[in-house]
DNA sequence: TGAATATCTGAAAGGATTTTCAGTAATTAA
DNA sequence: TTAATTACTGAAAATCCTTTCAGATATTCA
């Protein structure tokens, strides 16, 4: 991801009531304000398991996985053709899936089957790719 | 299995040839279901841009700064101030999220507020929270 | 039984991301 | 006008993630 766009200095500023606001001297005003709605802010550790739950959506791999799961349960070397990736490769990204719960897996024989296991990823997924859909 | 949500416009795929499986013995079973799915496996492109857009918010800082955003707009220093990181940071971070349409901005004598753009990642927010919520 | 297959694993390589640092520019205050 | 404040930026440092590689184990097949 390149993010080169370059912030509009040009801007006409506006009339504001920026009083309500400085940050200096050190933010008597605002702190007041702060404090306010400060007990509704993620917490570090609630942002940190949210983050966490995100990111496993944020790897286009584990979601092809997730979107091939969807239609069938499927065994890791099959995934693996399915998808054009090594053997190795979808068995580390399904640890990371199985270990969060999203898949399940079932052994039979030498192979190992996966699923979803948790169906609300799907949801999300549905929901983030129409709103894809729609601001393209 | 087909968890019978209307996802089949997500799945724009054409990756999944059957010839390219190469379990041995290939599963008479799967394969056949493969085929039937095999046109609707998640496309490597859109897998790429939903993975981008689950990464925005797959950072902490990243999420403490939108659920600020979410309660009133706010100036980079206060953001700073709030959510305890520097304010290079905290600019390096508003950066992505403005690229990516999440935030707007207006700038008022020197001090540039932020607000929520986009108010779709609200309803994705709340739905991990919650999600995370009843799981723990 | 021995060979082939399927999967998993830790470590290292190779990338990607986030923060810090140092500097710049714009605006305001003294 | 000069100093202080606010915010932005590129580059480097520090972290974090993903894949590859080189085995290891278990199962099936001939």
Redesign the interface.
Known sequence: ?N?N?P?D?N?V??E?K?ED?K??PP?PI?TE??EK??G???S?E??????????L????????IL??L??????V??LA????MSESAVSHQLRTLRVM?LVSYEKKGR?VFY??QD??V????????E???E?D
Do not use: P, W
């Open positions: 991801m993010y766009l912030l200095r801007f500023g506006s504001a920026i606001l940050c200096h933010h605002e304000h702060l709605f400060s509704q802010i993620l570090s609630k942002a940190q398991r949210m983050a966490e739950f995100f990111s959506l944020g790897d286009s791999n584990r979601l092809r979107s091939v969807a239609r069938q349960e499927l065994c070397c099959d053709a399915t998808l054009d719960r192979k699923r979803l169906h609300h799907l949801k999300l997924y549905q929901s983030v790719a709103h894809l859909d601001t």
